[in-house]
């Protein structure tokens, strides 16, 4: 019950805080929506990171580190490349989080475990994708005048 209020509070934020738009006068109210949204979520993650430590206490400093590598690794990737040069990643990223979409409901089904690893896999190299796009798509918005720093 607790954590479908939370669900639903962290997405109607984060729904409050795409409609808002930005200026001068909105920048308090809307930094205040992107942390409610984070305090949401974490505690929405609380049961989930205790049933972790209850299992092997070292998995979340080790996910926390890899996720950490990669995210550098890329972003530095995307910051050293040429300029616009992932941008036209968008939509085939896109296409591919449908496609994750649509195995995953075929697997709720199904219940293959071959599907699932696939999944997976795909989704950890689309994420890594994003971070190149989303990095290169700050990096543009921002020369071209756009100061909006949270979102």
């Known amino acids: 019950q607790f954590s479908l209020l939370t669900g639903l509070g962290s997405l109607g934020l984060m729904i409050w805080l ?9 920048e308090q109210k809307r930094l205040g929506m992107l942390a409610g949204f984070a305090l949401l ?3 929405n993650l609380g049961p ?12 979340i400093p080790t996910a926390f ?3 950490a590598t990669i995210f550098a690794c890329f972003s530095l990737s995307a910051l050293y490349a040429r300029r616009r040069s ?3 990643l968008g939509g085939f990223l896109l296409s591919g989080l449908t496609l ?17 690893t ?4 795909l989704g950890l190299m689309i994420m890594c994708g994003f971070v190149l796009f989303d990095t290169q798509l700050i990096i ?5 005048g756009d100061k909006d720093y949270i979102w």
């Open 65 to 67: 580190l890899g996720t």
């Open 118 to 121: 696939a999944n997976l896999y």
């Open 140 to 144: 543009e918005k921002a020369e071209s």
């Open 18 to 26: 795409t409609a808002t738009p930005h200026s001068r006068e909105t």
């Open 41 to 43: 979520t974490g505690i």
């Open 86 to 88: 992932f941008l036209y």
């Open 48 to 59: 989930l990171l205790q049933m972790c430590i209850s299992i092997n206490p070292s998995i």
């Open 100 to 116: 994750m979409l649509l195995s995953s409901v075929v697997n709720a089904f199904v219940g293959s475990t071959w599907l699932f």
